[in-house]
């Protein structure tokens, strides 16, 4: 009964849409928890390149059930237009379904997203002003509607008329906007449930029935630990968490069904949006990295901050999350440094500490403490056995490990599915 959450160690963008990718395939459930379409997971494989948002990457195993469960909020829309490229492409979408308790993106959640962020000016989050926030906002407030809320038009139609009384009120008081159309917002989202209605299920069924056949289920994280609204750079957060605990409060499984957490880490450090980042980097190294590995946001197509590894935060991730094993990415990235550094420690108002501190203005206050070692100048990416490679790359690997107090079991050096070093088996 082997159930394996796949949880991001560092601020998202770690290339969790990859390893559960290729993990899928040894699967029959993929479960995506949490976030919404502002997470973005490239998958490359036979059938092309794709940007999925909200489907599970797990959709391209041809045995997998995949399932968006209750920690999702879903726009309609993002998710048909997947939906729609992907059975283009020749996948298969007849064994994906959707949780009835999962929330929706409104209309209203988006406008107010974008204004919420403009409000902010110079201190704003970095939001990818998709909805997601306000639409957990709303999910605490007990003012969200719900997938299965779409199968009843009329109960829909009138907790829809309750609720944007209330947001009209906000958006023409507080912000001066006008207000939106009931009957548009009623009539689109009454069609987006009947093209829904054949995927939404009680999906907590699926799941029990899957874990009582002994069936393997994967559970797939979105965005990264760094990025928690409890444990993260708060309030330079995401709105629900990605850590490997929402793995069961967002699907319905009990914890003691997980037995593996597979962190997810670069081999190097990014983040996206606002926050502090104490190993970023700030020159041509950085550039370096960044157009070499395409560091640019799947959702945004912003720039990714880019920096070293920082061992300090990646630690706190496994405590905090209880690693079994990690996944090292984009070790193929670091193939053209000459040296390389990781970030022991913090340098905090003059003294060292070896802890990521909960204070934002501490955290921006740190200077990393660095390590150096000797990169490898060669080639990784045709490599598919731990010990063939350079001498180098695996001192990195190790010191890694030592740093983190988590064992490396897979090593991805490239995009595609099949280039990835499997040190021990994972699933």
Known sequence: MPVIAVIGAQWGDEGKGKIVD????????????????????TVVNDYGEFKLHLVPSGIFSRQAVCLLGNGVV???????DELELLQKNGVDTSKFFISDRAHLIMPYHTLLDGLEEEARAGKAIGTTRKGIGPAFADKVARLGIRVGD???????GERLRFILEYKNTVLTKVYGTSPLSFAEIYNTYCQFGERLAPYI???????????????????EGAQGTLLDPDFGTYP????????????????????????????????????VGGGPMPT?????????????????????????????????????????????????????????????????????????IDYFP????????????????????????????????????RKYIKRLEELISCPV???????????IIEVEPVL
């Not at 999906?203 to 994967?218: P, R, S």
């Not at 995401?238 to 319905?252: D, F, R």
């Not at 206050?365 to 390590?371: A, G, N």
């Open 280 to 352: 970023e980097l700030q020159d041509e190294t950085a550039v370096l990295i960044r157009e070499r590995a395409h560091e640019y946001g799947t959702t945004t197509g912003r720039p990714r901050r880019c920096g070293w590894f920082d061992a300090v935060a990646s630690r706190f991730s496994t405590r905090i999350n209880g690693f079994t094993a990690a996944a090292i990415t984009r070790l193929d990235v670091l193939d053209i440094l000459p040296k390389l550094k990781i970030g022991v420690g913090y340098e905090l108002d003059g003294q060292r």
């Open 150 to 156: 779409l199968l009843d038009s009329v109960a829909f």
């Open 236 to 271: 330079y957060t995401t709105s629900s968490s990605p850590m490997a605990g929402e793995g069961c409060l967002g699907t319905g499984i009990s914890p003691l069904r997980i037995s593996q957490i597979l962190g997810v880490f670069k081999g190097y450090c990014t983040r």
């Open 201 to 219: 299920r009680e999906t907590t069924v699926i799941l029990e029935e899957a874990l009582a056949q002994g069936k393997k289920v994967l559970l």
């Open 358 to 393: 909960s204070n934002i203005t501490a955290l921006a206050r740190c200077k990393p403490i660095y390590e150096e070692l000797p990169g490898w100048q060669a080639p990784t990416s045709d490599i598919r056995r731990y010990d063939e490679l350079p001498a180098e790359a």
């Open 409 to 419: 079991h897979l090593i991805s050096v490239g995009a595609r599915r099949e280039q």
């Open 74 to 80: 879903i726009n309609p829309a993002v998710l048909l």
């Open 22 to 41: 290729l993990l899928a395939e040894k699967a029959h459930l993929v479960v995506r928890f949490s976030g919404g379409d502002n997470a973005g997971h």
